[in-house]
């Protein structure tokens, strides 16, 4: 015997509920597949300055990412199957699955939290190293030249900060392509301001996503309990 009334409704209600949780898992899985080959992380973070790789921290992020949006597209399509059969099992295991998703997200909000100045902080030394090894010479060895160079040419920017931006290019127009004038004209073009730029960026967008889907699966959790009620109760009749 099906249920009735309101948990009827409830059961439909969920239902929307997972496919509209399915589709932000197939968003985020999208959204994170496009920050892994964005033009512009991957031009910065696939550098290497002689024997040293650039920050990964932002990457491994972005695969936690990945693995989530798998993981709820599962999960809705899951709960959108258990409220249809209206099987407390299945409602269980979706329950159980949220629960586990949400503490992962919890503690994944709270690494991103902590990381996230240091994610800019690392790519910043990294390209100060080149900087200074391009200047000294020392890019045979060492790649500087290229590492900085594409900074530049993806940043749009000059030098590490704003004087350094503006008088590199008299003595080093190899390294920027920006023309002395221009440097003038843009003086908050550094590179420094600009990598805080781009990941306080993606890490807002990564944040808003993360909230959306918190509000999702707290209403979701609710909804899966209380329709497990309502078909237990509608059994005994």
């Avoid at 985020?28 to 973070?45: E, F, K, M, P």
């Avoid at 900087?131 to 993806?154: I, P, W, Y």
């Avoid at 993360?210 to 899966?224: Q, T």
Wanted: proline share 2%; hydrophobic share 50%.
């Amino acid at each position: 015997m099906g249920v009735e009334g309101c948990t009827k409704c409830i059961k439909y209600l969920l239902f929307v509920f997972n496919f509209i949780f399915w589709l932000a898992g197939g968003i985020i899985l999208g959204v994170a597949l496009w920050l892994r080959h964005d033009s512009q992380t991957t031009n910065i973070l696939y550098l290497q300055l002689g024997d040293k790789q650039a920050p990964n921290t932002f990457y491994v992020g972005i695969y936690i990412l990945i693995a989530v949006g798998a993981v709820m597209m599962f999960v809705g399509f899951l709960g959108c199957y258990g409220a249809i059969q209206e099987s407390q099992c299945l409602l269980g295991t979706f329950f159980t699955c949220l629960v586990i998703l949400f503490a992962c997200e919890v503690a994944a909000g709270i690494w991103g939290f902590v990381n996230k100045d240091q994610i800019a902080k690392d790519v910043k030394q990294f390209y100060d190293q080149a900087f200074q090894q391009a200047l000294m010479g020392d890019s045979d060895s060492s790649n500087g030249k290229a590492v900085v160079r594409t900074f530049h040419e993806t940043l749009d920017c000059c030098g590490p900060d704003a004087v350094v931006g503006t008088l590199t290019p008299l003595w080093r127009d190899d390294l920027c392509s920006k023309d002395f004038l221009k440097g003038l004209l843009q003086p908050d073009a550094s590179c420094h301001k600009k990598i805080d730029e781009l990941f306080s960026a993606k890490l807002y967008l990564i944040g808003i996503a993360a909230i959306v889907v918190a509000v999702i699966m707290i209403f979701e959790m609710i909804l899966s309990m209380v329709l497990c009620c309502g078909i237990r109760n509608s059994s005994v009749y």
